[in-house]
């Protein structure tokens, strides 16, 4: 069985021009309209097998610049969508997504202050490019440097 992971899903300018606009999505859109469904583009998935290493239960972490805003738990995996969506984004900006995953609505947490990226580059050893989808390593040993 493959061990839950602690992921991060960057947001470019076009889908969120601010990390408050980001923040009021989860808080808002994401559980309550959306269901938990969160649609994700063809940005680029940094780390060999992404979407196969990000299993139910996993914990994503929502990026905003130099900031992690928020998280939630993975409640299904990433599928690619056939054909994709044509959505617009919260700004109204058009917009295509190739796949999308299922959150719990009820995980979904807004984070008071931001996380730094650059604490979690330190603690991960690696540079996390801005556009890039990255796994950190295991929700657990996330957990329990940064939630306890």
């Not at 992404?50 to 939630?72: E, N, T, Y």
């Not at 580059?121 to 329990?144: H, M, N």
């Amino acid at each position: 069985m493959v061990e839950p992971v602690a992921c991060i899903f960057p947001h470019s300018d076009d889908e969120f021009p601010t990390a408050v606009a980001l923040c009021n999505f989860l808080s808002n859109a994401l559980p309550k309209v959306q269901k938990g469904r969160y649609l994700l583009r063809r940005v680029g998935f940094k780390d060999k097998d992404f979407k196969a290493r990000v299993v139910p239960q996993s914990l994503v972490l929502f990026r905003k610049g130099a900031v992690i805003v928020g998280d939630a738990v993975v409640q299904k995996p990433i599928r690619e969508l056939d054909p994709p969506m044509h959505e617009q984004t919260e700004l109204g900006i058009a917009m295509i997504y190739y796949h999308d995953i299922v959150l719990d609505p009820q995980s979904i947490r807004v984070y008071s202050e931001g996380l730094p990226m650059k604490t979690l580059e330190s603690w991960s050893g690696r540079r996390l490019y801005p556009s890039f989808y990255a796994i950190l390593g295991t929700r657990r040993d996330y957990e329990s440097t940064f939630l306890t």
